[in-house]
């Protein structure tokens, strides 16, 4: 029988972002229900047996880096450490093997990491550490910028303005990441590793307004390493969790969300596919994709302006990933042994990389040297496998429209994922037959069907380039997380400041809702 019941927040999808979000009105004493799709909460940061039993993967997020300069977690504010929340540095942070044989591995120690780029370019090693420094000054005002509701603080731009040299950051932020990679580093290694570090929130490396990927991604990595939670990704929804049914409030998983109740002009509730009824007092907010959303109130709810926005947005580069259970490790060949990162990845050159953005553009799924992220989260956790097994997860980068219609991955998905191993094979061969002992292949459509929130391949929020970074989102209309229909807020990478594991729109959207209740974010943490 279909069930009607009533809490004081209802929210509709369980990313971290709106976990994050529910846990702080969770503080604040209001109760929430939390309804998610999928069988599992977390969405894009589950931990999930994707291959063989005792094999934990990350379906989608692995690096937790963004999230590591959040007053979440910088203050604890929920206390998510208590709740076995931990994370795991690991050293090397990174491992880029070359075509030519040689390769390029960033330790924590930024010195190592400097002589590592000196066998290249001694200037460019000079450059790097340059570079680390110069971001280290302005890394506080972009943060600031966001952990900042918009509206509640100056544009990026003129707090960047408010510092000394903060010109120059303008002109650096409107550029693109190749603009300032080209214009700093000499050597083509140097730029095919930096560029490869710019693209790992998948924005285009030409696209005017992702020019402060060039310093952001690197930098972070080099403070934070390749940061990962002990357990797999889904341990910080875990803890989210437990702050949330801690606070009186539930979460159910296997509910899907079809429709808004709008009642004289105020979202009071939502509907799910089973037919159950959820009633919201106070409020409801959303992490459904902003494309969904508005088919699920009538059509005259939402003004013209709002659905230009939402009409326009596009979505960004998809990704396509293959999870493996494995034997052993994986390992590349090194002059002093073995080396088995955590994070690696095969930009091939600089202009493979650049030319990335020209194959999506094209709908091409281009299978020659493809550029790859590859990870190996037991090379530190043991955890996550068998005694002596590993898991392994090999991203590439594709168009989600396709020749043939986005249905056609179906079709292709094998053969794109025997390639992606095949190129991976020629930097560590010895990943063969016999030491895999399983594998599920992910295709864009795939993820989109696993998360609606991907959608079309939106997987780091979409809508890349200037209104990712920010410039354009505000004016969109919905960056605010007051969406035009009363009652009804939105939070996940559709909002500021978009994507990735930052739990930044989260606690931003927290923060607007409870100043909308008369009530303050950090007297709810104080408390
Ligand atoms: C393959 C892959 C690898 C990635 N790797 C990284 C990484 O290493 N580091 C990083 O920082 N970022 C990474 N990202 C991006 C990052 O994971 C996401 O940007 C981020 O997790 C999005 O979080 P979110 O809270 O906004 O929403 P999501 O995690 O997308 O959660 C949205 C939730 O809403 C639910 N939902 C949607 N519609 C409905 C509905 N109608 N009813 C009920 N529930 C609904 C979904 O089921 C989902 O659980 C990766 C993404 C992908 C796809």
Redo the contacts with the bound molecule.
Sequence with gaps: MALRETFDVVV?????????AAAYLARAGLRCLV????PV??????TEELTLPGFLH??????????QTSPTLRDDELGLFELGLEYLYPDPVAHVPFPDGTSITQWRDIDRTCDELARFSVRDAAAYRRLIDEYAAIAPVVGAYRYTPIGWGPSLGDALLARDGGARWVRRAAGSAWEAIAATFEEEHVRAFMAWMAF???QPLEQPGTGLNAYSLVFGRQRHSWVVPRGG?GALPAALARVIEAGGGQLRTG????GLCIEHGRCVGVE??LGDRYDATRAVLS???VK?LLE?APAASWDDGFRYAIDSWQPGIA?F?THYALRGPLEYPGDAGPVRPLASGTPVSSLRMRDLEVDVRRGRVALDDPPLLV?CPTALDASRAPAGAHTL?V?GFHPYDIEGGARRWDEIADEVSDAHLAHLRRYAPGLTDETILARSV?SPID?ER?????WHGS???GDSGPAQSGALRPAAGWATHRMPIDGLYQ????THP?????GA??RNAAMVMLADFGLDLGEVVAR
């Design positions: 509709a999808g369980a990313g971290h972002n709106s976990l994050i309804l998610d799709a999928r909460v977390g969405g894009d940061t589950a990350d379906s989608c997020s692995t690096a937790h880096n963004l999230i790992m929130t998948i990704s509910e899907r969300v079809t799910t596919e992490t459904i994709h969904h699920m990704m990933v990870l997860k991203v992910h993820l696993a998360n609606a929130h991907n997987c780091h929020g939070t996940g990478s559709t978009g994507g990735s594991v930052s729109p989260g």
